[in-house]
């Protein structure tokens, strides 16, 4: 791709990103969903949120990666769930799947 092409396709992908974010506020007083539609949508958004965790605890470049990950999550989890500082969440989960790691636990 040349230059010029590939500074126009900037500018261009940068105005429909700036449109796509405007078009949120702008819009927002001007259209009203129904409830099931925005039900559905609040339940949209989890569903992705946990298919994206579970994707990325499980997989490595579109192989299954390792017992040590996820167990190293669902410490993190344990322990977020139990309301516990985010700091104590992030060094157990990453301790965890360190020491199984280092004790060889594929």
Known sequence: MS???LVLAVLV????TFAFR???PALRDRMTLPPRAE???GVA??????????TT???DG???????????????????WRRAPFVVVVLAA????????LLGVP
């Open 3 to 5: 230059t010029p092409a």
């Open 13 to 16: 992908l940068g105005a429909g």
């Open 22 to 24: 405007y078009a949120g």
């Open 39 to 41: 039900w559905l949508l």
């Open 45 to 54: 958004t989890v569903v992705l949120l946990a298919a994206l965790v579970a």
């Open 57 to 59: 605890t499980l997989l």
């Open 62 to 80: 579109g192989e299954f990666d390792s017992v040590a990950r996820p167990a190293g999550v669902a410490v993190g989890a344990v322990l977020a």
């Open 94 to 101: 990453a301790g965890t799947a360190a020491v199984l790691r």
